[in-house]
């Protein structure tokens, strides 16, 4: 399975299965995935006033978490390179009534358009995998986050422990291509999806690179059985 990550290829390949993203996204994770926002959301320990940056925003779901949890974020600006996945994002947006609160733009995680300390908190979901740089965008979040400012990114693992890891491997490899290849009919997309999980980064090695670039007080924190990581940090102060 082709792994690279060229930003065409990446933005092509979520432009096309962005009509069936959100449904594959909760059925396939049996609805958990909305669990794992709210955990990333509640690590920034947001208070009602932050602005919030949510990378590699994609339909806006966890944009939609910052803004609407209970305290939330004042503001939040959802990025993402593939327009069709921000569409529907601002489809969303829009029967919430939240475009006041939440705004979503095109760019790029290694680019961000924004200047210099200009946020509270950076949050991203499952897209930190499929950024083609990645210590490039963990630069660029550093350089755009405040002293203090806090960074949560949720991103899938292979478990560790036998039995989940056996489960997971069958689940991830047998079960899910298929669904997603029948839902989304994007041959490539659900073959990617555990072929790039497996060649990212591991948790250490993940950690290390948010202190390289200059994060302190960085955690891993396992999330069902390890399928997923929160990863917290912030920028020093
Ligand atoms: C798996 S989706 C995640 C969407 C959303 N964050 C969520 O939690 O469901 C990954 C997203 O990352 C975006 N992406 C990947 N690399 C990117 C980059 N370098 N810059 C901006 N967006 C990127 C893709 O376009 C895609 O929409």
Not at 96 to 102: D, G, K, M, S, W
Not at 180 to 192: K, T, V
Not at 202 to 220: D, H, I, N, R, Y
Request: with cysteine.
């Amino acid at each position: 399975m082709d792994v690279s990550k060229s930003p065409a290829k990446i933005a092509g390949m979520f432009d096309a299965i962005a009509g069936n993203y959100d449904l594959l996204n909760h059925l396939l994770s049996a609805g958990i995935d909305r669990r794992w926002r709210k955990q990333a959301v509640r690590s920034l320990r947001l208070t009602g006033t932050e602005r919030v940056l949510d990378l590699c925003t994609g339909t806006g779901d966890l944009a939609i978490a910052a803004g609407t949890a209970s305290p939330g974020a004042a503001r939040v600006l959802g990025v993402d390179f593939a327009g069709a996945m921000l569409r529907i994002g601002l489809d969303k947006l829009r029967s919430a009534r939240l475009t006041e609160r939440i705004a979503l733009v095109r760019g790029d995680a290694t680019q961000i358009p924004l200047p210099d300390t200009s946020v509270d908190a950076v949050t991203i979901g499952f897209g930190i995998r499929n950024v083609e740089d990645t210590e490039a965008a963990c630069r660029e979040i550093h350089r755009v986050l405040t002293a203090g400012g806090r960074l949560a990114i949720l991103e899938f693992s292979v478990p560790t422990f036998p039995i989940v890891r056996t489960a997971y491997a069958f689940y991830f490899n047998r079960v899910l291509p298929g669904i997603g290849r029948l839902i989304s009919r994007h041959n490539a997309a659900y073959g990617y999806l555990p072929a790039s999980v497996g060649a990212f980064a591991t948790p250490q090695e993940f950690v290390t690179l948010l202190q390289k670039v200059g994060f302190v007080s960085v955690q891993a924190r396992p999330l069902t059985f390890g399928i997923v990581y929160l990863y917290v940090a912030q920028r020093s102060r």
